[in-house]
């Protein structure tokens, strides 16, 4: 660890950490479950780690967890996969996530912004009548517990109130953001075989309105399953035949009934980016996301009843779904539709103020883009609600959170948060007690046995190694779909090292207990045997004003060489000339070390992305490798795959 980072960027106050929800927790915990009553987080984390039956007992007993049918136990079978969680427990998630209705009938629940950023509140007594309303409406559709009701809707509040009443009802809920193509669509929910389509017919973004009647045509038309589909007229138009209107299903004013289903019984279907072959169709349980979603949201997050939560996402992420959480935890949750940069950069800060905000979260992208914009968040916004700033995505560079502390406020809780779809939650980030050092996670999260492994499989500190997670997490998939035989699942995280869970980054696990990821490790570069995360020269890279972003490759070559690239991205004006190659190399070289410094440096017209917004690097490691286009990628889950044409040409001219 440098001496640079020996001093914390901020520390939180001590009645900042009285005050904090985990600190409450851990005194709670010591006196009714045997935790340790000193020694802070730490302490805390490792006795969670040690007695898993013991602290999610704790969990389910502080969030007050409502068991239809109560539990034989916390952990029946405890190896990985196939974990089995209280078992013989019944319950609901949508009846928790309604729970607010109860006492705060008329305070928001959720609040809508569109790109006029101007919000508008639905309450919790309407959210928990639509809710009613549309549930009741789906049995009487036929929907029973089990089958899978999808949605192509943007971030509005039609899409919440169709994920509670799908959960109400037990049914499986799976989503895909409008933007999203029919093929991208269709990969997904083929899969899954929906029998209910909810669907608008289209969105604004950008200022701009983008028709969708055509894609959703073409979904009916190749989802043979469905047996309803039901229109949200976002941009006004009439539904199409046979379809049926929003309005007439959410109208009804009925008490709401919540199936109790198993504590494994699924709740959604989420997808990996799927760049490679058809997108993994990852299935999570209702229990196992309830009673994770209340610890990383109310103990992590350190969110309840008086905040506002704001997450820059669409529906075909599972930031979406972590954003719905929060409304297990009494909060009011902000659903922003539109651009997150329209009319201009600043435009999710502008959002941020408007709403409230107290806890928002946003990209790393986002942060970057806006220090290269020269935005001034604190000078130009009111952001004195905002407690917290969150990331994810890719990791936070020290750049990024040296600028959050300047541009928003110093005394501002920086969370850079790690995990993945596949949990659907955190395994690294936001700890409300203790200090934020640059460029760090705070720590690995309760109940997470998060460590870092060499290939021979031994734990290591102040070094790099695999992401592994040695115990069960409730919220792991209990299954992907048409995996009968469980091979897919096990091949995803248990081939490496049998039992326990490799989810395929590189980490830094600190002596003092904060994390350092530093990229994927399946497309790691490896120079003359020494492991190089892509993250930290795209972080050297893209402080130089001239590029606009960076995709680093390490290719293995067939004579035992290595050739590693790095493709540029340039800003509007910039050339690579002479002056420019020498300064990129010159950076690398100082800020890392020579081995970082690329083969070549290559000029492209842009660097691709999956539909969620993160750069792929193992199918452009295909590609050129010769791999053809449609073997490398699946073309679906590209927000642009006329990029890619690029580094296919590329590989056939060094061929």
Not at 126 to 133: F, I, P, T
Request: negative net charge; proline residues 8%.
């Amino acid at each position: 660890m440098s001496t640079e980072n020996a001093t914390p960027l901020w520390q939180p106050d001590p009645e900042r950490i009285a005050q904090a929800q985990i600190t409450r927790f851990q005194a709670w915990t010591a006196e009714h479950h045997g935790a340790p009553a000193d020694g802070g987080y730490p302490a805390l984390h490792r006795w969670s780690v040690d007695e898993p039956e013991a602290f999610w007992k704790a969990v389910t007993e502080w969030f007050g967890v409502r068991f239809t049918s109560p539990y034989a136990r916390v952990l029946g079978k405890r190896s990985m996969p196939g974990a089995e969680w209280f078992p013989g427990a019944t319950l609901n998630y949508a009846e928790h996530a309604l729970r607010a209705a109860e006492t705060r009938a008329d305070e928001p629940a959720l609040l809508h912004v569109d790109e006029t950023h101007e919000p508008r509140p639905v309450s919790w007594s309407e959210l928990r009548r639509q809710v009613a309303s549309l549930a009741a409406e789906l049995r009487t559709l036929g929907v029973r517990p089990g089958d899978r009701v999808s949605g192509y809707l943007p971030n509005v509040p039609q899409a919440v109130v169709a994920l509670l009443a799908t959960a109400a009802v037990g049914g499986v809920w799976t989503s895909c953001a409008p933007d999203f193509g029919a093929r991208s669509v269709l990969d997904r929910f083929q899969q899954v075989e929906p029998v209910v389509l909810f669907t608008v017919d289209g969105y604004r973004y950008g200022g701009k309105e983008h028709d969708r009647r055509d894609v959703v045509a073409e979904l009916r038309r190749e989802l043979p399953t469905l047996r309803a589909v039901v229109h949200i007229p976002l941009l006004g138009s009439d539904a199409p035949e046979g379809a049926l209107e929003w309005s007439a299903l959410t109208a009804g004013d009925v008490e709401p009934v919540f199936e109790a289903v198993p504590f494994d019984h699924p709740l959604w279907v989420l997808y990996s980016s799927g760049t490679t072959g058809l997108p993994k169709a990852i299935v999570q349980s209702q229990g196992g996301i309830l009673v994770e979603h209340l610890k990383q949201l109310g103990l992590h997050c350190d969110l309840g009843p008086e905040d506002r939560f704001f997450w820059y996402t669409s529906t075909g992420w599972m930031m979406w779904n972590f954003l719905v959480s929060g409304l297990l935890t009494g909060t009011t949750i902000v659903l922003y539709d539109g651009s997150p940069g329209y009319p201009d950069t600043g435009a999710q800060w502008r959002v941020a103020e408007r709403t409230g905000a107290t806890l928002y979260g946003t990209s790393a992208a986002y942060v970057m883009a806006c220090r290269k914009a020269g935005v001034h968040p604190g000078r130009d916004f009111d952001l004195s609600a905002v407690r917290c700033v969150a990331t994810t995505g890719s990791p936070l560079p020290p750049d990024g959170f040296r600028w959050l502390h300047d541009e928003v406020r110093e005394d501002l809780w920086i969370a850079s948060v790690s995990g993945g779809t596949d949990v659907c939650s955190c395994f690294a980030g936001a700890v409300p007690t203790l200090p934020v050092h640059i460029g760090e996670l705070q720590a690995a999260c309760l109940g997470t046995d998060l460590q870092s492994w060499d290939a021979s499989g031994q734990p290591v500190i102040d070094e790099v190694g695999e992401l592994v997670v040695t115990n069960p997490m409730p919220s792991m998939p209990i299954h992907f779909w048409n995996d009968p035989d469980g091979s897919r699942y096990h091949d995803s995280y248990f081939d490496m090292f049998p039992g326990v869970w490799r989810h395929g980054d590189w980490i830094t696990i600190t002596s003092r207990g904060s994390v350092i990821i530093h990229g994927r490790s399946d497309s790691t570069l490896n120079r003359q045997g020494v492991r190089m995360g892509s993250a930290d020269i795209y972080e050297a890279v893209e402080r130089l004003p001239e590029i606009k972003e960076s995709l680093v490759i390490g290719i293995e070559q067939p004579d035992g060489g290595y050739w590693m690239p790095l493709f540029v991205h340039l800003a509007p004006g910039a050339v690579l000339d002479e002056a420019l190659l020498d300064r990129i190399k010159r950076t690398i070289r100082e800020q890392l070390s020579p081995r970082h410094v690329p083969d070549e440096v290559i000029e492209v017209p842009g660097v691709p992305h999956t539909l969620t917004g993160k750069r792929i690097e193992v199918p452009v490691k295909r590609l050129l490798q010769g791999t053809p286009l449609e073997k490398a990628v699946n073309p679906g889950s590209i927000d642009n795959l006329e990029l890619l044409r690029f580094y296919e040409d590329l590989a056939r001219k060094r061929a």
